[in-house]
């Protein structure tokens, strides 16, 4: 008994001992501890492109001891992230991310949201990577804001943008400076795609909460053109200074995204490459663009029917990657302006003069392009400068309402207005799918009778690159004009050297065809341009409508409705009172029903409120 005794306690001394050199193994192997370089207190996030995942079914991993970290103080001890920056799970809101153990329950899941990955495992978080986004995007769209905060307006901007998901991403650039609390400074939003974006700039670089747009833009072009450090100061030093006449500082360095945004605009990432104006409402983005006459331009930009005037409008520029990259990337070193550090130094070191980058040198450079010559063309998509009642987008249709009395009555016809287009759009299905399967031709010839009566929307008008024989012809192109240049004295704003103008052609029937401006670069004095002339789509809009609904691919926001908060500004010497009166003034205030959802709900905004609902809720 006694030797079983012995040979008992000596087995389990060897079994305890195995299990000690196990744990002991295990925690050597796998550190319950951050890797070395990032720091446990205010962990950091890797900026490198992550490695190919070699399992389908999870996300790239990255733990590059060697790369240096610059998103940093991101994810702070018992803090939690209300900021759909990074939309990190409602999880992650509620209790932040610590204590570790209640996220343990989390383990072996991944969260991929925002691009931000975090890989959980039963000993705490492990590591932490920045990874790229999805493949191509047809559109990425690139855009920037920075105030005292971000108005309410902008929001309908990002969740435009969000329903076009399938066709375009958009990454939103913020830099706020008010001390207002976070909440008021994000989009108040759950359910955003994954390929709708925003970042605080301070999440690339702490130092830029102070240092803003100014300190991004410069530390960008300074590392591009291998800037002395002396240098770079001065150049900071003058967009900080800027005082953004004609413009603010990062809506003239629009040219220049590829360099200071050149992460998230490379054509291994996105098929085209567009800058937006925040200000800007989208509609069907696909249903406008993608046909192959519009797809294949080099450059496509948007105006209001103002066809007297050939330039790039500062609001939204498309950039075509597919076929010469490179050179698309690099038009901004066709700008005088732009093309070389000392160059920029100079435009911007009188911080008081007038400046039109956009519309005015980078227009110019992209127009004059010789070798290669490029495709520009300009369409009239563009909401006029009108005062409109309201704006409706549902099924990602673009409506507005012009000329209605009240807000009212206006919403009441857009509401008529959507249901008669969807009604059309079901009777043009049906009368489609009907041709298709008849054999009868009399029965053929008055199912196409009963079509043409109904329209064409835009996405099939302009995909028809041929003129058609007869001039009466109803499909595709109609009329191809040639335009003769005219003295450069269209654009009072821009240097005379800086401007293409064109014959206006007053006698054109906007109410009845649709006309494209289509420009192939040269020297400017020399540019031909000529004016397409197609059917007028049943989507269209009215450029002369006076009264009445219509729909457009984009608008942007009326001056008027934005107007206060500038008056207050320039009529109160009080800063502290200013950023008061501009936090409770400024554009349409927002309310959001809720059963509301990005995707699915319909928006309406009108001069004083922005309704976020459903159609079948508030409609």
Same mark, same amino acid.
């Given at each position: 008994?006694?030797?079983?005794?012995?040979?008992?306690?000596?087995?389990?001394?060897?079994?305890?001992?195995?299990?000690?050199?196990?744990?002991?193994?295990?925690?050597?192997?796998?550190?319950?501890?951050?890797?070395?370089?990032?720091?446990?207190?205010?962990?950091?996030?890797?900026?490198?492109?992550?490695?190919?995942?070699?399992?389908?079914?999870?996300?790239?991993?990255?733990?590059?001891?060697?790369?240096?970290?610059?998103?940093?103080?991101?994810?702070?001890?018992?803090?939690?992230?209300?900021?759909?920056?990074?939309?990190?799970?409602?999880?992650?809101?509620?209790?932040?991310?610590?204590?570790?153990?209640?996220?343990?329950?989390?383990?072996?899941?991944?969260?991929?949201?925002?691009?931000?990955?975090?890989?959980?495992?039963?000993?705490?978080?492990?590591?932490?990577?920045?990874?790229?986004?999805?493949?191509?995007?047809?559109?990425?769209?690139?855009?920037?804001?920075?105030?005292?905060?971000?108005?309410?307006?902008?929001?309908?901007?990002?969740?435009?943008?969000?329903?076009?998901?399938?066709?375009?991403?958009?990454?939103?650039?913020?830099?706020?400076?008010?001390?207002?609390?976070?909440?008021?400074?994000?989009?108040?939003?759950?359910?955003?795609?994954?390929?709708?974006?925003?970042?605080?700039?301070?999440?690339?670089?702490?130092?830029?909460?102070?240092?803003?747009?100014?300190?991004?833009?410069?530390?960008?072009?300074?590392?591009?053109?291998?800037?002395?450090?002396?240098?770079?100061?001065?150049?900071?030093?003058?967009?900080?200074?800027?005082?953004?006449?004609?413009?603010?500082?990062?809506?003239?360095?629009?040219?220049?995204?590829?360099?200071?945004?050149?992460?998230?605009?490379?054509?291994?990432?996105?098929?085209?490459?567009?800058?937006?104006?925040?200000?800007?409402?989208?509609?069907?983005?696909?249903?406008?663009?993608?046909?192959?006459?519009?797809?294949?331009?080099?450059?496509?930009?948007?105006?209001?029917?103002?066809?007297?005037?050939?330039?790039?409008?500062?609001?939204?520029?498309?950039?075509?990657?597919?076929?010469?990259?490179?050179?698309?990337?690099?038009?901004?070193?066709?700008?005088?302006?732009?093309?070389?550090?000392?160059?920029?130094?100079?435009?911007?070191?009188?911080?008081?003069?007038?400046?039109?980058?956009?519309?005015?040198?980078?227009?110019?450079?992209?127009?004059?392009?010789?070798?290669?010559?490029?495709?520009?063309?300009?369409?009239?998509?563009?909401?006029?400068?009108?005062?409109?009642?309201?704006?409706?987008?549902?099924?990602?249709?673009?409506?507005?309402?012009?000329?209605?009395?009240?807000?009212?009555?206006?919403?009441?016809?857009?509401?008529?207005?959507?249901?008669?287009?969807?009604?059309?759009?079901?009777?043009?299905?049906?009368?489609?799918?009907?041709?298709?399967?008849?054999?009868?031709?009399?029965? %053929?010839?008055?199912? =196409?009778? !009963? #079509?043409? &009566?109904?329209?064409? +929307?835009?996405?099939?008008?302009?995909?028809?690159? @041929? $003129?058609?024989?007869?001039?009466?012809?109803?499909?595709?192109?109609?009329?191809?004009?040639?335009?003769?240049?005219?003295?450069?004295?269209?654009?009072?704003?821009?240097?005379?050297?800086?401007?293409?103008?064109?014959?206006?052609?007053?006698?054109?029937?906007?109410?009845?065809?649709?006309?494209?401006?289509?420009?192939?670069?040269?020297?400017?004095?020399?540019?031909?341009?000529?004016?397409?002339?197609?059917?007028?789509?049943?989507?269209?809009?009215?450029?002369?409508?006076?009264?009445?609904?219509?729909?457009?691919?984009?608008?942007?926001?009326?001056?008027?409705?934005?107007?206060?908060?500038?008056?207050?500004?320039?009529?109160?010497?009080? %800063?502290?009172?200013? =950023?008061? !009166? #501009?936090? &409770?003034?400024?554009? +349409?205030?927002?309310?959001?029903?809720?059963?509301? @959802? $990005?995707?699915?709900?319909?928006?309406?905004?009108?001069?004083?409120?922005?309704?976020?609902?459903?159609?079948?809720?508030?409609?």
């Amino acid at each position: 008994m006694a030797l079983l005794s012995a040979y008992s306690f000596s087995r389990l001394r060897s079994i305890l001992i195995a299990i000690v050199c196990v744990v002991f193994l295990y925690f050597y192997l796998f550190p319950a501890h951050p890797p070395n370089n990032i720091d446990k207190k205010n962990l950091e996030i890797e900026k490198d492109s992550p490695a190919k995942p070699q399992n389908k079914n999870l996300p790239p991993v990255v733990n590059n001891q060697n790369s240096k970290p610059v998103f940093q103080n991101i994810l702070k001890k018992a803090t939690p992230s209300p900021f759909p920056i990074l939309q990190l799970p409602k999880l992650a809101r509620k209790t932040g991310l610590e204590p570790l153990k209640e996220l343990a329950q989390l383990q072996k899941t991944f969260w991929k949201s925002g691009n931000l990955i975090v890989n959980l495992t039963n000993v705490g978080i492990n590591y932490l990577s920045w990874i790229d986004p999805p493949p191509k995007t047809e559109l990425c769209i690139v855009s920037a804001f920075e105030g005292e905060y971000i108005p309410d307006y902008v929001h309908v901007f990002i969740e435009s943008l969000a329903r076009n998901s399938e066709y375009a991403s958009l990454t939103l650039f913020t830099h706020t400076k008010t001390t207002a609390p976070e909440s008021a400074n994000f989009p108040k939003v759950d359910d955003l795609p994954s390929t709708t974006r925003v970042f605080d700039i301070a999440t690339i670089d702490p130092t830029y909460r102070y240092r803003g747009f100014a300190g991004l833009a410069a530390d960008n072009i300074c590392k591009h053109f291998n800037a002395t450090r002396q240098n770079c100061d001065k150049l900071e030093s003058a967009f900080s200074k800027f005082q953004g006449q004609g413009g603010p500082l990062i809506v003239q360095l629009r040219g220049l995204f590829p360099i200071i945004f050149s992460r998230w605009i490379n054509s291994d990432r996105c098929n085209s490459w567009a800058f937006a104006a925040p200000e800007l409402i989208f509609g069907d983005l696909k249903r406008w663009l993608d046909s192959p006459k519009i797809s294949s331009a080099d450059i496509v930009t948007i105006n209001a029917g103002d066809l007297g005037r050939v330039y790039l409008r500062k609001e939204f520029v498309v950039h075509n990657l597919r076929t010469r990259p490179e050179y698309i990337l690099n038009l901004w070193k066709r700008c005088s302006s732009y093309s070389t550090f000392e160059s920029l130094l100079k435009t911007f070191e009188k911080s008081s003069d007038w400046q039109s980058m956009v519309e005015g040198c980078y227009s110019a450079g992209v127009l004059s392009s010789e070798s290669p010559k490029l495709s520009v063309m300009l369409l009239p998509w563009r909401l006029g400068d009108v005062s409109p009642n309201a704006f409706q987008i549902s099924n990602k249709h673009l409506t507005y309402c012009v000329g209605q009395g009240t807000a009212e009555v206006c919403r009441g016809q857009l509401k008529l207005d959507v249901k008669k287009r969807e009604t059309a759009e079901k009777q043009r299905n049906l009368l489609i799918s009907q041709i298709a399967d008849s054999d009868d031709e009399h029965t %053929v010839k008055t199912l =196409t009778t !009963k #079509l043409s &009566k109904l329209g064409r +929307p835009a996405s099939l008008v302009f995909t028809n690159d @041929t $003129t058609p024989k007869s001039s009466t012809a109803t499909t595709g192109l109609l009329q191809s004009i040639e335009l003769n240049l005219l003295q450069p004295n269209c654009s009072h704003w821009l240097p005379k050297e800086e401007q293409v103008c064109v014959d206006q052609l007053h006698k054109l029937e906007a109410h009845k065809f649709a006309y494209i401006q289509v420009v192939t670069t040269g020297p400017l004095d020399s540019v031909t341009a000529k004016l397409l002339k197609y059917e007028r789509p049943a989507d269209w809009v009215d450029p002369a409508m006076v009264k009445g609904v219509a729909e457009t691919m984009v608008a942007l926001f009326p001056e008027t409705w934005l107007r206060e908060g500038k008056e207050m500004l320039l009529s109160d010497a009080n %800063v502290l009172e200013i =950023t008061k !009166k #501009l936090v &409770k003034s400024i554009g +349409p205030s927002l309310e959001r029903t809720w059963w509301y @959802t $990005t995707m699915n709900g319909s928006i309406l905004v009108t001069e004083k409120k922005i309704m976020f609902h459903t159609l079948q809720g508030l409609w």
